[in-house]
């Protein structure tokens, strides 16, 4: 009996064995370095292949995903963009390549069996990872679809024939939700995408205006204006263009203005000539110059309007519209004038060039300053420093001949009093700024023009001097000779 019992379970262990064995060589008989067939990775079959085929095969396939265009639909306008504009990357890659070469080679034998087994009746897809850079596709999205939205329009002021100010109203709107409209991308792609130019309508957010015409119901009063004249020639140009780009603005309290970023690029694409302007101790020809009268006009309707003052930089040379210490210089990048409405109201920048030629600006809101409360500022000369001769050689111009170059500055150092009258009465004063203007010599071309290259050299020399009578005497020698 147990010899009977002994012998049956012999032939189950060889059975079993057997067995094993069958299935141990069945799917051990398919290359370790090699995918099974039938595996996909997405949509790409990398049935049979290394790692390195799969990988260079998804990113080959990669490559003609970012060629498809996304219409993306803002109300009844659209824009499109490619998936490679948008920054479409296909993630983990060599991850999803591992699994797929992992696939029916790893775990028990029968396991093993049952997934390969399975493959012959239907393919086993890994599934991609493809997503969105959310740096791109914001930018894509800022630039293209945000500006069709239906933006929300603030409220504003406008200056009527006879001088009186129409507030005209605020306007609601949308606009695009840019980081929900990546995430429904994102989803769009994970799940419903087949590979192909597809629309989405974009996410859009209410948007409410940022100044309502309630808040501007209370300007009213002018609280300060100033004006230069305005001149002729390339400079009036700029001085035009300067002012229609101030005008209009609206600070609402707490609120500050950079007026050179308000008026900036000067270049002739933003409506700026080629105009006299201050660099480096001279007179060059730049574009935009001017630009320093509007903000210095500016500057002086502001002082009389009491709004804080966060930036403010003199000239390097004085100027001859504004007294000493009441310029404000701007350069693109360089110098700026910056201030606040320190108001708890708006306040509103009237800006014109009249039919006098006067620019002017005027600056609006609430007055709540006591009645009868005036301020005045006062230019005070500390210092200055004579401009001296430089005499320079014109090898172009005849020999000993002089011609004045350019126009002499003095050097200056000036400060500005704030003075402040209630009835006519002096109340207080204080200084507000300081200013360095620097001199700038009246420079003399000599000529140096000869046949004769030692009388050319004599006078050269006599010019190396800086004397006067020096360069004459040599002058008059090589004439003599």
């Known amino acids: 009996m147990y010899l009977m019992a002994g012998a049956a379970c012999a032939v189950v262990l060889a059975v079993i064995g057997i067995v094993y064995g069958v299935m141990y060589s069945y799917v051990n008989q398919y290359p370790e370095n090699r995918i099974l067939d039938h595996v996909f990775i997405g949509t790409q079959d990398v049935s049979g292949m290394t790692k390195k085929e799969a990988v260079q095969a998804i990113q080959s396939h990669h490559e003609e995903h970012l060629n498809y265009k996304v219409t993306m639909k803002v109300g009844e306008e659209s824009a499109q963009a490619t998936l490679a504009e948008l920054g479409l990357e296909h993630r983990d890659v060599d991850q999803l390549v591992e699994s797929a070469m992992d696939y029916g080679k790893k775990g028990p034998i029968a396991m093993r069996l049952m997934k390969i087994r399975g493959l012959e009746k239907e393919p086993y897809v890994i599934k991609e990872v493809m997503k969105l850079d959310e740096k791109k596709a914001e930018a894509v999205i800022k630039e293209r679809a945000v500006p069709l939205a239906a933006r929300a329009e603030d409220a504003y002021v406008e200056r009527t024939g006879d001088g009186d100010f129409q507030v005209v109203d605020e306007k609601e709107g949308y606009t695009v939700n840019v980081e929900a409209s990546i995430q429904k991308m994102n989803q769009y792609i994970e799940k419903t995408w087949d590979h192909s130019d597809f629309e989405i309508e974009m996410e859009l957010k209410k948007e409410e205006p940022k100044i309502k015409a309630a808040d501007l119901s209370t300007i009213e009063d002018e609280l300060g204006s100033f004006s230069t004249d305005a001149g002729g020639g390339e400079r009036w140009q700029n001085l035009s263009t300067g002012v229609s780009k101030l005008?209009?603005?609206?600070?609402?309290?707490?609120?500050?203005?950079?007026?050179?970023?308000?008026?900036?690029?000067y270049d002739a694409e933003h409506g700026y000539v080629e105009a006299g302007s201050y660099e480096n101790g001279q007179v060059v020809d730049s574009f935009?110059?001017?630009?320093?009268?509007?903000?210095?006009?500016?500057?002086?309707?502001?002082?009389?309007?009491?709004?804080?003052?966060e930036k403010r930089y003199p000239h390097?040379?004085?100027?001859?519209?504004?007294?000493?210490?009441?310029?404000?210089?701007?350069?693109?990048?360089i110098l700026d004038f910056v201030f606040t409405n320190n108001y708890d109201t708006p306040i509103y920048i009237f800006g014109e060039i009249d039919d006098a030629n006067q620019m002017r600006?005027?600056?609006?809101?609430?007055?709540?300053?006591?009645?009868?409360?005036?301020?005045?500022?006062?230019?005070?000369?500390?210092?200055?420093?004579?401009?001296?001769?430089?005499?320079?050689?014109?090898?172009d111009a005849p020999l000993g001949s002089m011609q004045y170059s350019g126009s002499p500055h003095t050097g200056v150092t000036a400060q500005l009093w704030k003075v402040v009258y209630q009835d006519g009465v002096e109340e207080s004063r204080?200084?507000?700024?300081?200013?360095?203007?620097?001199?700038?010599?009246?420079?003399?071309?000599?000529?140096?023009?000869?046949?004769?290259?030692n009388k050319s050299a004599l006078?050269?020399?006599?010019?190396?001097?800086?004397?006067?009578?020096?360069?004459?005497?040599?002058?008059?020698?090589?004439?003599?000779?």
């Open 247 to 265: 005008n209009g603005t609206i600070l609402m309290p707490g609120e500050s203005l950079s007026v050179c970023d308000a008026t900036a690029p």
């Open 361 to 395: 600006f005027a600056i609006y809101g609430k007055d709540t300053r006591p009645e009868g409360r005036t301020v005045e500022y006062e230019s005070e000369t500390l210092e200055t420093e004579d401009y001296g001769v430089t005499y320079q050689e014109d090898p």
């Open 459 to 481: 006078v050269r020399s006599a010019i190396s001097t800086q004397s006067a009578s020096q360069i004459s005497a040599a002058t008059a020698q090589a004439n003599a000779s």
């Open 288 to 309: 935009g110059g001017g630009i320093c009268q509007v903000s210095t006009t500016l500057y002086n309707a502001v002082l009389y309007a009491e709004l804080q003052v």
């Open 430 to 453: 204080e200084v507000i700024n300081h200013s360095q203007y620097s001199k700038s010599d009246q420079i003399i071309l000599v000529g140096t023009k000869s046949d004769d290259p």
């Open 316 to 333: 390097s040379m004085l100027v001859n519209y504004v007294k000493p210490s009441r310029d404000a210089a701007i350069a693109e990048g």
